[in-house]
């Protein structure tokens, strides 16, 4: 499973590094990637991650998590 998150704040390298570290630190995280260009993160899931504790993480990291969605 997959899902798309939606994130404002993100303006550099460094900043793309701190998303990716806060989403990975989340049981059931595969893995991460970050876009900073089209401002979303892609999340590979082992299993179901409540959308609210994915928003936690980024927003915890400094940045709004917007919206999130399965893809």
Known sequence: MKKKITI???????????????????????SVEVNLTEKHAVVDLAHEVG?????AAVD????QAIEVVEI
């Open 60 to 63: 915890g990291a400094g940045y």
């Open 8 to 30: 404002e704040g993100m303006s550099c390298g460094h900043c793309v590094g701190h998303v990716n570290e806060a989403l990975k630190e989340i049981s059931g995280v595969n």
């Open 51 to 55: 959308n609210d504790k994915l928003k």
